[in-house]
């Protein structure tokens, strides 16, 4: 099982940017994909971005492309999202989340096995 924890999440107007971080332990963090999903109320939790044990594959929503950027430093333990452009409907909490699965690259919700707690993201308008 690997333990993660987010931080960075906050109040930004529209337009504005955060980095969200998430550090992991338990496993040994080069060789899974990890991934960024986020929860509005009252919505189902939905995927944002993944990406690869090694950081050479990496898959968006459609929602957030060309917006948001995912990356890792293996040396860190440590995936990070990059939010620019930031508009009202990205409002939500933001989770990280491992995948079970080694050495493959996965988007598939059910291989997603370890969440950390969320952070709250807020865009106001």
């Known amino acids: 099982q690997v333990q993660l924890v987010e931080s960075g999440g906050g109040l930004v107007q529209s337009g504005g940017s955060l980095r969200l971080s998430c550090a992991a332990s338990?496993?040994?963090?080069?060789?899974?994909?990890m991934g960024w999903f986020r929860q509005a109320p009252g919505k189902d939790r939905e995927f944002v971005a993944a990406?690869?044990?090694?950081?050479?594959?990496?898959n968006y929503a459609d929602s957030v492309k060309g917006r948001f950027t995912i990356s890792r430093d293996n040396a860190k333990n440590t995936v990070y999202l990059q939010m620019n452009s930031l508009k009202p409907e990205d409002t939500a909490v933001y989770y990280c989340?491992?995948?079970?699965?080694?050495?493959?690259?996965?988007?598939?919700?059910?291989?997603?096995?370890?969440w950390g707690q969320g952070t709250q993201v807020t865009v106001s308008s």
């Open positions: 989340a491992s995948n079970r699965l080694v050495f493959a690259f996965s988007i598939r919700r059910a291989d997603f096995d370890s």
């Open positions: 338990g496993r040994t963090f080069s060789t899974y994909t």
């Open positions: 990406i690869s044990g090694s950081g050479g594959t990496t």
